[in-house]
C-alpha cells in the first residue's frame, strides 16, 4: 500500500542519515492550540518533504533531506504545548532549527507563539520570535 511505501522510504532515509553523528534539539512550544500548529506545520512541510500529522495520536514526522536541511522532525502535543524534536548531524541543527522555528512562528504569530531550543548537551539553540520574523514588503 502507499502508507508503507512511504513509511519503508522514511526508515531507509532515517538509517541513512544515521551514518553520521546525530544529536538532538527540543522546543516546548507554550499554545493553546497545538494540535492545530502540529497539523499545520506537518501539512505545509508536506509539499515539499515528507511530512504526515496523525490526528488520532496527535503526532508527527518530517523527514528534511535537502541542502542545509537534513533530519527528521518529530512533532507531539501535551498539554498546553506543542513539542518540537529534532534529530540531525550536529552540522545541520541550526538550519534546522531556523526553517521549523520560522515558519511555526510565521504560522502563529497572531498568538504570540515562541520557540526556543535546548540542544541534547543542555546548551541552548535558537531561540525564534514574532519579532524575528522578517517585515512585510510592502
Request: contains cysteine; charged residues 30%; hydrophobic residues 35%.
Amino acid at each position: 500500500t502507499a502508507t508503507t511505501e512511504i513509511y519503508t522510504l522514511s526508515v531507509v532515509r532515517q538509517r541513512q542519515m544515521c551514518i553520521r553523528d546525530r544529536t538532538k534539539s527540543i522546543a516546548h512550544v507554550s499554545t493553546e492550540r497545538p494540535g492545530r500548529y502540529g497539523k499545520q506545520l506537518a501539512s505545509h512541510f508536506s509539499a515539499k518533504i515528507e511530512a504526515w500529522w496523525d490526528a488520532d495520536s496527535e503526532t508527527g514526522h518530517c523527514v528534511f533531506d535537502r541542502e542545509g536541511a537534513r533530519g527528521t522532525l518529530d512533532l507531539s502535543v501535551e498539554p498546553g504545548a506543542l513539542v518540537l524534536d529534532i534529530d540531525a548531524a550536529e552540522e545541520e541543527l541550526d538550519g534546522l532549527e531556523n526553517v521549523v522555528a520560522r515558519h511555526l512562528v510565521g504560522f502563529g504569530k497572531k498568538d504570540g507563539l515562541k520557540v526556543a531550543f535546548v540542544r541534547e548537551d543542555g546548551s541552548a539553540g535558537l531561540n525564534f520570535a514574532p519579532e524575528d520574523l522578517p517585515a512585510k514588503r510592502g
